[in-house]
């Protein structure tokens, strides 16, 4: 019963750990993009914890070194992980996570870095997250939720000796949770534009539901200290969506504007993903793809925004053929 009544409390804040009873076929992670002032270094740091159809567990840290396109995958007893229940605060060892710090003491990495000025997707009572109505809908695959759409960072690491300097650095975080990834996916983010305080992000998935399934997408565009949305859910349309290997194109609009989203992709990196609780999925990702935007007002046909947002991080993942359109 208190496991109930965690999740039920929990079903708001996203960014929590909701994990709370779960003894088979389940993961959840949170994704820390972090991105140095000069744009020299990118590390994604990637905490979590797994439990397979046969109720082992795990708690691990991902380390994704966009920069040098290699990738760390560190497994810990899972014993070793905690989580508060009325806040985001986990730890795995000796390392603390949260949506205002991270502090890292994992082979070759140390460190401690600070968040501020953080931008939440916002909430409402029938939409407490980025999901929207379906935060509420039970037994979907996959959830997903973010913590802070662009942020800056203070602070430094120690990687392989080297200490990075991340102070005036910029930083996404983001989490999902669930028993397996999508089948196939597109996901994108960027938050390094010509302009300040702007940041990109979009995805594109097959969603099974009720014995079937269906292509949904969430994208959400901060620019001019407001949010803009393009989701299945809000009655925004899917107009365009291809991939192949040099290039990502997505096109969606709402009932005001038009939304024109090119990606040059990267060579990327392979990182563990969840199927039914376990990590042995593979997936492949680069934070080094170059999004160029456009976004258009309809009524007027008038270009509101034109730039490319650059250390984009970029998945394209399964069959992305049964997403075209």
Request: glycine letters at 8%.
């Given at each position: ?204 998935a097959k969603i099974p539901w009720l014995g079937s399934s269906f292509v949904g997408f969430i994208a959400g565009f901060w620019w001019k200290d407001r949010l803009i949305r393009f989701t299945t859910y809000n009655q925004s ?89």
């Open positions: 019963m208190i496991y109930i009544l965690q999740k039920i409390n929990n079903v708001s804040h996203p960014e929590r750990y909701q994990g709370w009873g779960k003894t088979s076929r389940y993961f959840e992670g949170w994704y820390f993009k972090l991105v140095n002032h000069d744009g020299s270094e990118a590390l994604a740091i990637i905490p979590g914890i797994a439990i397979d159809e046969q109720g082992n567990k795990q708690a691990f840290i991902q380390v994704l070194d966009g920069k040098r396109k290699s990738a760390r995958y560190h497994k810990f007893p899972f014993e070793d992980f905690n989580a508060e229940k009325n806040v985001f605060q986990v730890s795995i060892g000796k390392n603390d996570f949260s949506s205002n710090s991270i502090k890292l003491d994992i082979e070759q990495l140390r460190g401690e870095l600070r968040f501020s000025n953080k931008v939440p997707w916002p909430k409402s009572l029938w939409s407490p997250g980025i999901m929207g109505p379906y935060s509420f809908v039970p037994f979907m695959e996959c959830y997903h939720g973010i913590v802070s759409m662009n942020h800056a960072i203070a602070g430094q690491l120690e990687l392989n000796g080297k200490s990075i300097d991340f102070n005036r650095g910029k930083g996404y975080i983001e989490k999902d949770w669930g028993t397996s990834f999508p089948s196939s996916y597109i996901w994108l983010q960027t938050n390094h534009f010509s302009e300040e305080n702007i940041s990109l992000k979009c995805s594109v349309r899917r107009i365009k969506t291809f991939a192949n290997i040099e290039h990502v194109t997505i096109g969606l609009e709402n009932k005001q504007y038009l939304l024109d989203i090119h990606v040059v992709r990267d060579a990327p990196t392979a990182l563990a993903s969840p199927i039914l609780g376990l990590m042995d999925g593979r997936i492949e990702e680069t934070m080094n793809a170059v999004v160029q935007i456009k976004l258009t007002e309809k009524k007027s046909g008038k270009l509101l925004f034109d730039d490319k947002g650059i250390h984009a991080g970029l998945e394209v993942a399964g069959n992305i053929e049964e997403l075209f359109i």
